[in-house]
């Protein structure tokens, strides 16, 4: 079902009246909504009980002033929010975003989303995200640590392992997280698991960092076992360079696939000979430890820099956008449909506008969308607070496995609530929103009216 359908219009006619100036938030209810309204529409309970209507207004958002005082003692003043999106099957989880691009609207977007992705882990957990319009890139250690404090002497009042448990995206990773919960422990005087992606010393689970980009292929791996394929000997284009694209970049050479491009915001590299074992540990020093830019690749290993260009003109079998929000526009889907694209797997979130993902879908590729595809990193986001509320921590294998598994159950739970029949391929995108919603929304019918 697409926009001509009517009801469609007007709930999102009322949804941008409602919320007016977040471009972002109406694209991510607008996919969400043209496959769950056909579903809705069969079910008087839901429809009786508004449940789109109330699943599209956040419990609450919290926004407030981060000041901070930069190493030349210039006093700084960020913006920052917490959504808390949707408790209805668990604590408040998701990841906070440290990026100039931030907004209300974006972090909507994001919040929005994570209610179904977490809910098709499996695992109990609400929806949430949180973020700042701080820019990580160019501040020193110190600089980034003080920002952390004074956020956190803030957003430490509305978290807790039972309420609330904030983690890593976009611009926070290790160090991030580390500063945050250093400063939550000492404000509230409790050693818990209320942030997750932790340093393993205190508190991380083995496999987080790896999460999101393994279990992207593992996803991508279980789309391509459903019909007969595997990743093996695949060529793949992946975007970015940062925690998602690395550790999708190493499971995929693992499972035998050649990898031929990554790229940052300055650009694109292309490694027509396939980026190695080696050639990636070089990469992980240099975002990981030295924060440089990836152009540097190819004056280390050669292959080209296409400078300020994405990565889907190149041609592929897999394509793994792992970077930001709309990375695949229209004219970019063109390129990578008639460059003969067999799969499109979403290591970011909503990476691919509407149009483009019809676009692809039309032309007949698979298509794995991010509330599934990436759902790995916040599945062991929660067995990180299972591993913390239990006082034990588990060993890789052990991790790994249960993500496996999860990835496996999640692909199972995409094919089940797809709208395909006999050979048809199948619909993931309507799989994974009505999978996704299914549990929230009978919880929230039996709630009652809240
Ligand atoms: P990182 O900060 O580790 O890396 C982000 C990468 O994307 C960098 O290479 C960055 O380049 C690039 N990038 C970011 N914004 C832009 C932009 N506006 N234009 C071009 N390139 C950009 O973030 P993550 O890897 O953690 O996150 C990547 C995506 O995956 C996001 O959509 C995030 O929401 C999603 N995700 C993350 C999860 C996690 O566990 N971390 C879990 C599930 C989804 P540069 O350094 O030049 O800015
Ligand atoms: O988008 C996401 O799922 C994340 N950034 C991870 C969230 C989490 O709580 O681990």
Same mark, same amino acid.
């Given at each position: 079902?697409?926009?001509?359908?009517?009801?469609?219009?007007?709930?999102?006619?009322?949804?941008?009246?409602?919320?007016?100036?977040?471009?972002?938030?109406?694209?991510?209810?607008?996919?969400?909504?043209?496959?769950?309204?056909?579903?809705? =529409?069969?079910?008087?309970?839901?429809?009786?009980?508004?449940?789109?209507?109330?699943?599209?207004?956040?419990? =609450?958002?919290?926004?407030?002033?981060?000041?901070?005082?930069?190493?030349?003692? /210039?006093?700084?003043?960020?913006?920052?929010?917490?959504?808390?999106?949707?408790?209805?099957?668990?604590?408040?989880?998701?990841?906070?975003?440290?990026?100039?691009?931030?907004?209300?609207?974006?972090?909507?977007?994001?919040?929005?989303?994570?209610?179904?992705?977490?809910?098709?882990?499996?695992?109990?957990?609400?929806?949430?995200?949180?973020?700042?319009?701080?820019?990580?890139?160019?501040?020193?250690?110190?600089?980034?640590?003080?920002?952390?404090?004074?956020?956190?002497?803030?957003?430490?009042?509305?978290?807790?392992?039972?309420?609330?448990?904030?983690?890593?995206?976009?611009?926070?990773?290790?160090?991030?997280?580390?500063?945050?919960?250093?400063?939550?422990?000492?404000?509230?005087? /409790?050693?818990?698991?209320?942030?997750?992606?932790?340093?393993?010393?205190?508190?991380?689970?083995?496999?987080?960092?790896?999460?999101?980009?393994?279990?992207?292929?593992?996803?991508?791996?279980?789309?391509?076992?459903? =019909?007969?394929?595997?990743?093996?000997?695949?060529?793949?284009?992946?975007?970015?360079?940062?925690?998602?694209?690395?550790?999708?970049?190493?499971?995929?050479?693992?499972?035998?696939?050649?990898?031929?491009?990554?790229?940052?915001?300055?650009?694109?590299?292309?490694?027509?000979?396939?980026?190695?074992?080696?050639?990636?540990?070089?990469?992980?020093?240099?975002?990981?430890?030295?924060?440089?830019?990836?152009?540097?690749?190819?004056?280390?290993?050669? @292959?080209? #820099?296409?400078?300020?260009? /994405?990565?889907?003109?190149?041609?592929?079998?897999?394509?793994?956008?792992?970077?930001?929000?709309?990375?695949?526009?229209?004219?970019?889907?063109?390129?990578?449909?008639?460059?003969?694209?067999?799969?499109?797997?979403?290591?970011?979130?909503?990476?691919?506008?509407?149009?483009?993902?019809?676009?692809? /879908?039309?032309?007949?590729?698979?298509?794995?969308?991010?509330?599934?595809?990436?759902? @790995?990193?916040?599945?062991?986001?929660?067995?990180?607070?299972?591993?913390?509320?239990?006082?034990?921590?588990?060993?890789?294998?052990?991790?790994?496995?249960?993500?496996?598994?999860?990835?496996?159950?999640?692909?199972?739970?995409?094919?089940?609530?797809?709208?395909?029949?006999?050979?048809?391929?199948?619909?993931?995108?309507? @799989?994974?929103?009505?999978?996704?919603?299914?549990?929230?929304?009978?919880?929230?019918?039996? #709630?009652?009216?809240?």
């Amino acid at each position: 079902m697409r926009s001509e359908n009517g009801d469609v219009e007007k709930f999102m006619a009322g949804l941008r009246k409602r919320n007016p100036g977040e471009p972002e938030f109406h694209q991510a209810v607008h996919e969400v909504v043209e496959t769950l309204m056909p579903y809705v =529409r069969d079910r008087p309970a839901y429809q009786e009980a508004q449940i789109l209507e109330r699943l599209t207004e956040p419990d =609450r958002v919290v926004i407030f002033r981060v000041c901070w005082e930069d190493d030349e003692h /210039r006093v700084r003043t960020n913006r920052a929010w917490r959504v808390q999106f949707n408790n209805s099957i668990g604590p408040y989880k998701g990841g906070m975003r440290f990026h100039p691009s931030v907004t209300l609207g974006v972090l909507k977007f994001l919040g929005f989303e994570q209610i179904f992705k977490n809910s098709l882990t499996g695992l109990p957990m609400g929806g949430a995200k949180g973020g700042s319009n701080f820019n990580p890139k160019g501040k020193s250690d110190f600089e980034v640590m003080r920002f952390c404090q004074s956020l956190m002497v803030e957003l430490h009042r509305h978290i807790g392992e039972d309420t609330d448990v904030p983690a890593g995206d976009i611009g926070v990773g290790a160090r991030e997280i580390s500063y945050l919960f250093g400063h939550y422990k000492r404000l509230a005087n /409790r050693f818990t698991g209320t942030l997750t992606g932790k340093g393993l010393a205190f508190g991380g689970s083995l496999v987080r960092m790896e999460a999101t980009g393994y279990g992207c292929v593992y996803f991508c791996e279980n789309m391509l076992n459903h =019909r007969d394929d595997s990743i093996k000997g695949k060529t793949c284009a992946v975007s970015g360079s940062g925690n998602v694209a690395l550790y999708a970049v190493e499971k995929a050479i693992e499972l035998g696939a050649k990898v031929l491009t990554l790229s940052d915001s300055g650009g694109t590299i292309v490694d027509k000979e396939g980026i190695d074992t080696e050639k990636l540990a070089w990469v992980k020093d240099l975002k990981e430890k030295r924060r440089g830019r990836i152009s540097e690749y190819v004056e280390k290993f050669g @292959g080209e #820099y296409l400078e300020d260009q /994405r990565p889907w003109s190149v041609p592929c079998d897999v394509a793994f956008p792992c970077a930001t929000q709309n990375e695949i526009e229209l004219e970019d889907a063109k390129k990578l449909l008639a460059n003969g694209v067999q799969i499109v797997c979403e290591g970011a979130n909503m990476p691919t506008d509407l149009e483009s993902m019809h676009a692809l /879908r039309d032309g007949g590729v698979l298509f794995g969308p991010a509330k599934a595809a990436n759902a @790995g990193g916040v599945a062991v986001s929660g067995l990180e607070q299972s591993q913390n509320a239990l006082r034990l921590s588990w060993s890789h294998q052990e991790v790994d496995q249960r993500l496996q598994v999860i990835m496996r159950d999640i692909h199972a739970k995409c094919v089940q609530y797809s709208n395909h029949g006999g050979d048809d391929p199948v619909d993931y995108v309507t @799989g994974a929103n009505v999978g996704g919603f299914v549990k929230v929304a009978d919880a929230m019918v039996a #709630y009652g009216i809240v």
